[in-house]
């Protein structure tokens, strides 16, 4: 029996920036069955308040939420920090470095706010979008940084050919490095050893739940990890082929049109998915 459902946020759960009544309802009746729905994502917690409101669990005990790809978990409650493995600063330094001579778009992420550096209209129309809280950066300098809690850096640009291959001239240089892709135009920079996959291994040991009793949902390169991880790795229809290939079932449905409410029906609710 599954006891915890891991889910993805940006093209899996959300539609618009929000929760969908259909797949709202089915994490409900999920949850009367006694099955924890626990959020996956890149994004920051400060980014999801309103997300947690529509499915109920913010700022209540024993909700969590898994941010940052794994470098943060959050109790609801109080917004509690239970685990917290962010990037080191002289290393998000070289990071930075590296990325000023690129054609990139730059964002770092600290606990408390997203700076953007090489300001890309998209990207600040997005974080907008996301209520996300954020500073653009005129001069390309992140000593201001220094002594802050860093979660991790991204490189952002809309073709996924560069950011892979970029990648692989910069695993070459930097070792201590973990790599993924999310939402088709970013390639985000963690410490070593950060992953949604790990961060479910973590979640699942404080909680006292098997890895074979979690579903795990998501879309991208960083839900890998994760859907590999939990004893039903899922991804939506619209996944990349070799995501498909590494997971347990891949949906009928687009994060659109119900692939969450698919998989609880599917695999929680024993119901057959009907066309929305």
């Keep these: 029996m599954y006891k915890l459902i891991l889910s993805d946020l940006d093209e899996t759960l959300l539609v618009n920036h929000h929760v969908p009544d259909f797949n709202r309802n089915a994490i ?18 400060n ?18 939420s898994i941010c940052f790809n794994g470098a943060l978990i959050v109790e609801h409650k109080d917004q509690n920090i239970i685990y917290f493995n962010g990037l080191d600063y002289d ?17 770092i992420f600290t606990l408390d ?47 996924m050919d560069f950011l892979m291959k970029l990648k692989n001239r910069m695993e070459t240089v930097f070792e201590n490095v973990s790599f993924a892709f999310s939402s088709n135009r970013y390639i985000e920079m963690n410490a070593k050893g950060v992953n949604k996959g790990v961060g479910l ?14 579903i795990a949902i998501g879309d991208n390169y960083n839900d890998v990890s994760m ?10 229809r619209s996944s990349r082929d070799d ?17 969450v409410k698919e998989v609880i029906e599917k695999f929680i609710l024993q119901e057959t998915t009907n066309e929305l």
């Excluded at 290393?91 to 964002?107: A, I, M, N, P, T």
């Excluded at 859907?227 to 939506?236: D, H, Q, S």
Aim: aromatic share 12%.
């Design 28 to 45: 409900s009746r999920a949850r009367k069955k006694g099955v924890k729905f626990a959020v996956a994502t890149g994004r920051a917690f």
């Design 47 to 64: 980014m999801i308040p309103e997300i947690l409101e529509e499915l109920g669990t913010y700022n209540q005990e024993d909700e969590y």
């Design 91 to 107: 290393l998000c330094s070289k990071l930075f470095e590296y990325g000023r001579s690129l054609d990139v778009c730059v964002l």
């Design 113 to 159: 706010c997203c700076y953007i550096f090489h300001a890309d209209s998209d990207e600040v129309e997005r974080k907008t979008a996301q209520k996300a809280p954020f500073k653009i950066i005129e001069n390309y300098d992140m000593s201001f940084l220094k002594g802050d809690q860093i979660a991790k850096i991204l490189f952002m640009k809309r073709d």
């Design 201 to 214: 291994h973590w979640l699942c040991h404080y909680l006292g739940i098997k890895e074979s009793e979690t």
């Design 227 to 236: 859907i590999k991880e939990a004893g039903l790795g899922c991804c939506v």
């Design 243 to 259: 995501v498909k290939a590494i997971s347990d079932y891949v949906c009928r449905h687009d994060y659109g049109d119900g692939a």
